[in-house]
Nanobody, 121 residues
Framework: QVQLAESGGGLEQPGGSLRLSCVAS????????MGWYRQAPGKQRDLVAV???????NYADSVKGRFTISRDNAKNTVYLQMNSLKPEDTAVYYC???????????????WGQGTQVTVSS
């Protein structure tokens, strides 16, 4: 059983910063990509940032230059440093990981339970 546990959400003022963390635990052979999606009320879940094992990254245009994704592969952990926060960043942020459970098996996609980020004065 694989679990993704997020932390670090909360209420922040516009222009402020927050750091999200997500730890993957369980019987894991390899993690391919890890990243973050977000979903605002009444909207679909959208990509925020993702990083592969080889450290290549992909960011949503709306967060480029403000958010930074990083990984600690030894700890099966992904981080999202969010700076210059805007009210439109308000959403539930979900951790995502593509995980291989054992050699010669296909990867599966896993999601965290979500953490609320609210940007408001």
């Amino acid at each position: 059983q694989v679990q993704l546990a997020e932390s670090g959400g909360g209420l922040e003022q516009p222009g402020g910063s927050l750091r999200l963390s997500c730890v993957a635990s369980g019987s894991i052979f390899r993690i391919n990509s890890m990243g973050w999606y977000r979903q605002a009320p009444g909207k679909q879940r959208d990509l925020v940032a993702v990083m592969t094992t080889g450290s290549s990254t992909n960011y949503a245009d709306s967060v480029k230059g403000r958010f930074t994704i990083s990984r600690d592969n030894a700890k099966n952990t992904v981080y999202l440093q969010m700076n210059s926060l805007k009210p439109e960043d308000t959403a539930v942020y979900y951790c995502y990981a593509q995980i291989v459970l054992s050699r010669n098996r296909s990867p599966n996609n896993y999601w965290g339970q979500g953490t609320q980020v609210t940007v408001s004065s």
